[in-house]
Each structure stands twice: as structure tokens, then as C-alpha cells.
């Protein structure tokens, strides 16, 4: 139980204990996990999983608090980034030059950018959909995750790697990094495991990781031989130095365009499979996409030019990522003791933020359960940490526009040619993993559209 000792003192964390509360907790974990969120009730608890008693925080200004104000104290350790690193490199930002490679980063993805390349990015995602549609002639179903990955690796590769990648590679490269992060699971699962215990998925992480290593590797090599010379992020990489006039190393450079690969590609996958289901289920926002794309683009190509007119389409994807964020819970390693809305944190614990929560809260959201685009209309007020499905802070998302930027032509470049249909009635809720992803695998046919 939290205890108000009435001396203004911090309080104990309320600690909700798992196992004996949530008995359903293994049987449906989101169901579990919603619960603790209504008994938190917007108040920082406790969730005991037995080795480890993460803080539970979904408060607007307590996120706030963790990911801004005191960023410096919660730090991208421990739980979840550990095993992550073996993939991606380190993710903390204690190292001077990971500033570096965020602000390469946001050179590469960030507004200005983005319209530089809009255009090329609108083709390369109109070419993969005319594959897709191949693949799906005469009615045949695909599976909308394969498809939406193949999507999204031929909108960035190019303009991430250059042409220091073939087609055939990149579609190695995004195979071999969804190997990865599944093999990663069951060790996610159980961050309490230490490295030398085996787990299932240790073999398969390391071959998967070899493969990644097998094709970036020999990308970088080449680059740095060959001069730095492009706009992509591994030429940029390598031409970037810290103040004290520091470069990457190889080790470093691939472990650069991994993590962006990472950051910008399941993420973004997941997010445009939900974006079916969730048209599936309302088709009166699914009407108003296809009035907004006939009206914009009509039957022609989606363009750069298009992008400011597809205002509905925006605001779908933000409403969707508001329903579905899929980083449901961003953990962070607590450096030193806090008190966090009155409530004592222990220096050493873990603290998890959890956009999922956040975003469900009745006080803050208006019927929270309701899929409503308006909300995003531009000028309607919020908290600044209420929406907070790209994080926030200094490790903030930087690839939110660049986000948005695909979806609007991916919604624009399928409504604007097919009607989509998922295969039977595939569970609507959500499913929690390393991910919140669909429950179930979505299948979809394509109908073209008679007009
Ligand atoms: C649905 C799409 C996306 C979602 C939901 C998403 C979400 C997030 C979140 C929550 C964080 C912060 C993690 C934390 O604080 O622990 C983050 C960081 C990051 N994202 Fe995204 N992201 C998306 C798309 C992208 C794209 C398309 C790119 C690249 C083009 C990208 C690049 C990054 C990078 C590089 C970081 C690390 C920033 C840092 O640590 O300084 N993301 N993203």
C-alpha cells in the first residue's frame, strides 16, 4: 500500500503485486496490463514481476519529469536496452559521440530533408505497391506485415544507404533484422537472465546479427575507401566529428546505420499493419480517406507537392499511433533516488513510461476508447507529454515527420488505386511483445477501384 506518512515526506510506491492480484495476467497480459493501469489510476506504483519492480509512470508532467526534466537520472539501460545493444551498439547517450549520430540523424530525416527527397520517396513507395498488387492479383491474400516491410525498406534504403546497396540486399538486410529482433524475445522476457545462461533465440540472434553484419559491414568498408562523397547516412556518418574533431570506426558506423535501420523499420511497419485492421473496423474514416486521396492525388502518382493537402491522412496516422503506440512501454535505469509526484524512487530501479497508459487516461484523453482523427486537428490543446508514442526529450524520436511523411504517401498510393479487404475478421486488440503489434497475422486482399 502507498503511505501518505502526513509529513510531506516522499511516499512508498503502492506496489501491485502480479502473480497474486492479475492471476490472468499470462493468460492475456494487455488485459493485465490494462488493469494495473486502472488501479494506478495516473498515481506511480509499482508492478511486482518478481525479480524485478519496475515504477509504473503515465502522468503527462511525470513523463515529463523522466524523459525531460531529469533525463539526465533516467537513463537507456538495463532492461530492454542491454540485450537491444548487441544489436544496435550503445543506445545511451553517455557516449559524447552518440550526439553525434543523433544530429546526423536528424540531418538525414528531419523536415527540410524529408522535402528534398519527398518526391523519391513517393516513387520508390509507388513501385513496391505495384508489386504488392502483382502479388495480390486476382483477389490472392497477402500477408499486410510482409507487405508493409517491403514497403517501407524500398522508401529508406535509398535514402539512407544511397546506391551503396542493391535491392536484393536491402531486402537481406530488413529479413535478417526482423530475425534479430524475434530472436530477441524470449531474452527480453526475462531481463533478470543473465548472458552465460542460455536462451532459446541466443543461436538464431547470432546468426541473425552475423547476416546484418555480413551485408552493412562490407557497405561502410567500401564507403570509407571510396571517400565519403553522398546526402546518406553512412556518408554523412562518416564525414561527422565531435568538437574534439573525433570520427566513427568502422564498429561504430555500422552500428549507426543498424540502429536506424531498427528505429525507422518495425516501428513503422507494425504501425501501417494496424493502419488496415483499423480501416477495416471504421469505414467512416476509411470514407474519408478515400474522399481526401481522390481530391488531392486523384488517379496519378502521389508527389512531394501532394503531402500539405493530405490532411486527414496526417491525422489518421497520429490517431492511430495514439490508439497503438508501438513502443507501449519505454524503460529507463533509475542513476540516483527521486521523488516522482510525491512518490519516493528508489536510485538502482527501473522506471517504465508507457505511452499505451498514457494515452488510454480518461482525464486527459476525452473517451479515450473512441478512434477520433479530429483530435489532431491543428490547435487543439494538450499536454505536452500527453501523446507521447514518439517519446520525448533528448532521445526523442527524430523520425516523427519522416513517419508521418510515408504513411501519407502509403495511404495515398494504395486508396488511390485499391480497396482493401482484410481475410475474414481478424482480433482487433492489440498483442504485447518487444512491440504492441497486431494480435494476429493480418491478411488482406486487393480491390481495384472501378472509377
Ligand atoms: C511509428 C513510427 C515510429 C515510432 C512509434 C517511433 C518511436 C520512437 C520512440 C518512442 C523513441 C524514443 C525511445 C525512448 O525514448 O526510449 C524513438 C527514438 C528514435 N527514433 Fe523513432 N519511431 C518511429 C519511427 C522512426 C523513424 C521512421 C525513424 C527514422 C527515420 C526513427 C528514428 C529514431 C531514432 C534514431 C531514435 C533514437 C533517438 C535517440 O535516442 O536520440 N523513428 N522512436
Not at 383 to 397: K, L, M, S
Not at 439 to 451: A, C, Q, V
Amino acid at each position: 500500500m502507498s503511505v501518505d506518512t502526513g509529513t510531506g515526506l516522499p511516499r512508498t510506491a503502492e506496489t501491485i503485486p502480479l502473480r497474486r492480484a492479475l492471476p490472468g495476467f499470462l493468460r492475456d497480459p494487455l488485459g493485465g496490463f490494462e488493469e494495473i493501469g486502472r488501479r494506478a489510476n495516473g498515481g506511480v506504483v509499482r508492478v511486482n514481476l518478481g525479480a524485478i519492480r519496475p515504477y509504473l509512470v503515465t502522468r503527462p508532467e511525470h513523463v515529463q519529469h523522466v524523459m525531460q526534466d531529469h533525463a539526465a537520472n533516467y537513463v537507456r539501460e538495463g532492461w530492454l536496452w542491454k540485450p537491444l545493444s548487441r544489436l544496435i551498439g550503445e543506445p545511451s547517450g553517455s557516449d559524447p559521440l552518440w550526439w553525434v549520430k543523433r544530429e546526423t540523424f536528424q540531418t538525414v530525416v528531419s523536415g527540410p530533408s524529408v522535402a528534398a527527397f519527398a518526391d523519391d520517396m513517393a516513387e520508390a513507395i509507388v513501385r513496391a505497391v505495384g508489386e504488392m498488387a502483382e502479388r495480390a492479383e486476382g483477389g490472392r491474400p497477402v500477408d499486410a506485415m510482409d507487405e508493409m516491410a517491403r514497403i517501407i525498406y524500398r522508401a529508406i534504403t535509398r535514402i539512407f544507404i544511397g546506391d551503396k546497396i542493391t535491392i536484393a540486399q536491402a531486402d537481406r538486410l530488413g529479413a535478417a533484422l526482423r530475425a534479430a529482433s524475434a530472436a530477441l524475445r524470449p531474452r527480453l522476457a526475462l531481463p533478470f537472465v543473465p548472458d552465460s545462461v542460455p536462451l532459446p533465440g541466443d543461436r538464431a540472434f547470432r546468426r541473425a546479427v552475423q547476416a546484418v553484419d555480413g551485408i552493412v559491414f562490407p557497405i561502410v568498408e567500401e564507403a570509407v575507401r571510396r571517400g565519403a562523397d553522398g546526402d546518406d547516412i553512412v556518408s554523412m556518418l562518416i564525414r561527422a566529428r565531435d568538437p574534439d574533431g573525433n570520427g566513427f570506426d568502422l564498429r561504430q558506423l555500422r552500428d549507426g546505420v543498424v540502429s536506424l535501420f531498427v528505429a525507422g523499420t518495425e516501428t513503422t511497419t507494425i504501425a501501417l499493419t494496424f493502419l488496415w485492421q483499423v480501416l477495416a473496423e471504421r469505414p467512416e474514416v476509411a470514407e474519408r480517406l478515400y474522399e481526401e486521396v481522390d481530391r488531392v492525388v486523384g488517379d496519378g502518382p502521389p508527389r512531394g507537392v501532394h503531402l500539405p493537402r493530405l490532411r486527414y491522412a496526417k491525422m489518421a496516422a497520429q490517431e492511430m499511433l495514439r490508439v497503438f503506440p508501438p513502443g507501449w512501454m519505454l524503460p529507463r535505469f533509475v542513476r540516483e533516488d527521486d521523488v516522482i509526484g510525491g512518490v519516493r524512487i528508489e536510485g538502482g530501479g527501473i522506471v517504465v513510461v508507457s505511452p499505451y497508459l498514457t494515452h488510454r487516461l480518461p482525464d486527459v484523453w476525452e473517451d479515450p476508447g473512441v478512434f477520433d482523427p479530429e483530435r489532431f486537428l491543428p490547435g487543439r490543446e494538450r499536454h505536452r507529454f500527453a501523446y507521447v508514442t514518439f517519446g520525448g526529450g533528448p532521445h526523442g524520436c527524430v523520425g516523427k515527420h519522416f513517419f508521418t511523411v510515408e504513411t501519407q504517401f502509403v495511404i495515398a498510393a494504395v486508396l488511390s488505386r485499391f480497396r482493401v479487404r482484410p481475410v475474414g475478421s481478424p482480433d482487433p486488440r492489440p498483442a504485447l511483445g518487444l512491440t504492441l503489434r497486431p494480435r494476429e497475422r493480418l491478411r488482406i486482399t486487393l480491390h481495384p477501384r472501378g472509377r
